[in-house]
């Protein structure tokens, strides 16, 4: 017999969700309306979402039995227990804290450990992170290898830290200015960029010489465990499970937006080993979240979590999602079109600079993607470039982020393999088309965050 080399959706479909399909001529207005920002458009009018894989899977048939069952006492409810005592297995951690997603968790560790004069480095940052930390007035740094900056750069582990640089770090700022060091795995803002098993080790040795408590970002741990699996030498043969366990095992703590490897729609949690940190986070997450055994979920979120937290370590799933978010990229790269290479765990992201050369980055060439494909094809997709990073130098004039990407984020086990392909297609066919592609000019803008809520008009 031959080896069987296709790698089917692990699971079947018996609920399904229909799709709506508009014209072009319809989708053009539309854009219109919505001032051509892809934020504002109604999902409804949306054939294909890649706006962001957070909150946004399909639940299980278990996950769905569990919402029935979710025990929903105001005090130590089942669901906690039955959520408490999964994540204990998972990260081995003593404390776990329900929040009602990765944010909350961010602004309740940092308020305690933040603060003026603290710095927090970390691979990459995510940005509701950053904003948490500097709402403190405390430092968040950023410390990737350098080839994790470069899209075309092939690395097996562009999410790693950069070791020498946060010796160097430590030492210019002090240890005792660092409350804690973190990692995030995978480094969603560096293209869902896996670290490696060696890097996390080594990182968390470096902060514990320091005295330096050391924490995971860990929103997509299973599909950094996934690629250590797969990319680093001694981890082939050990299951999921063991690979989770050893990477958690390095660390003190962690933060966690459950809308990702946990497959729900909405959670997340604190865990830690620290019993007064533990402490003080509960007596703050009652304050502004709710009581410690419900954390601002319904106890059948806390139930849809657990069981979704065993599911994500299921290998045949992950290979699935793994080849998926590849089967997507090989095809592009196919058609010609630069992506960061190689393709992450959750998103393939593009390179606006070289999809769009006419566009010059004063008229932001992947906002202007982003429209042109929903335009096109239904497809909505996200800006990750000088709208959303563009900051303005002494003089009041507008830098360009470093990169201009635009981030085809895949939802857990929502999409077949057409709709990959229709994906591939549509996108390969407005590269064919791409000299029509016009810039864009911002009509409107807020103070911050711009991107959710700017307006804009096509440069003629
Ligand atoms: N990430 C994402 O789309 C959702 C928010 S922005 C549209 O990638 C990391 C690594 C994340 C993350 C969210 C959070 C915050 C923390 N760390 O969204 O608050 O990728 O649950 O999590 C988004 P919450």
Not at 138 to 157: M, N, R
Not at 186 to 191: E, L, R, V
Not at 302 to 321: F, P, Q, T
């Amino acid at each position: 017999m031959d080896e069987i080399k296709t790698i089917i959706e692990p699971f079947r479909i018996k609920m399904v969700e229909p799709l709506s399909f508009t014209t072009r001529e319809e989708r053009a207005r539309k854009l219109e309306e919505a001032r051509y920002n892809v934020f504002k458009l109604k999902a409804e009018d949306i054939l294909i979402d890649l706006l962001t894989d957070s909150g946004t899977s399909a639940m299980s048939n278990a996950q769905w039995a569990g919402i029935m069952m979710g025990d929903e006492s105001y005090s130590g409810a089942r669901s906690f227990y039955h959520f408490e005592e999964t994540v204990k297995n998972l990260t081995g951690f003593k404390h776990i804290i329900p929040t009602h997603q990765g944010r909350a968790a961010e602004r309740i560790l940092f308020s305690i450990v933040g603060g003026a004069g603290k710095f927090i480095p970390n691979n990459t940052h995510f940005d509701t992170t950053r904003a948490n930390i500097e709402f403190t007035r405390a430092e968040a740094h950023d410390l990737v290898i350098e080839e994790g900056k470069h899209p075309e750069v092939v690395h097996p582990f562009k999410g790693n830290m950069d070791l020498e640089k946060l010796q160097d770090f430590i030492e210019k700022v002090g240890a005792d200015n660092i409350p804690l060091g973190m990692i995030t795995v995978t480094n969603n803002s560096g293209g869902g960029q896996p670290v490696s098993m060696q890097n996390i080790r080594e990182t968390a040795a470096i902060f514990h010489r320091h005295g330096i408590p050391f924490f995971l970002d860990a929103c997509r741990f299973a599909e950094n465990a996934y690629f250590i699996k797969t990319r680093e030498k001694g981890y082939e043969n050990k299951s999921i499970p063991e690979i989770v366990h050893e990477m958690f095992s390095y660390a003190d703590g962690c933060t966690m937006s459950a809308k990702k490897d946990a497959m729900v729609n909405i959670g997340g949690f604190i865990a830690m080993n620290d019993d007064s940190l533990a402490e003080a986070c509960r007596n703050l997450l009652i304050l502004t979240e709710g009581f410690p055994t419900y954390g601002g979920l319904a106890g059948r979120d806390l139930e849809a979590m657990a069981i979704g937290l065993k599911e994500i370590l299921d290998e045949n799933y992950l290979k699935y999602r793994i080849a998926s978010i590849a089967y997507l990229a090989d095809k592009l790269r196919s058609g010609g079109v630069a992506i960061v290479e190689p393709p992450g765990g959750h998103a393939v992201f593009v390179d606006a600079r070289k999809f769009l050369p006419h566009i010059p980055l004063n008229q932001y060439p992947a906002w202007a993607f982003t429209n042109a494909l929903y335009e096109l094809a239904g497809i909505r997709s996200v800006e990750i470039g000088s709208v959303m990073f563009g900051k303005k130098d002494g003089s009041g004039k507008e830098v360009p982020a470093p990169m201009d990407l635009v981030r085809l984020t895949i939802p857990r086990r929502v999409y077949t393999q057409s709709h990959f392909d229709y994906m591939a297609e549509c996108i390969l066919n407005l590269y064919k088309h791409r000299d029509e592609v016009k810039g864009v000019r911002i009509t409107w803008q807020p103070p911050f965050l711009r991107h959710f809520t700017a307006e804009f008009e096509p440069v003629k």
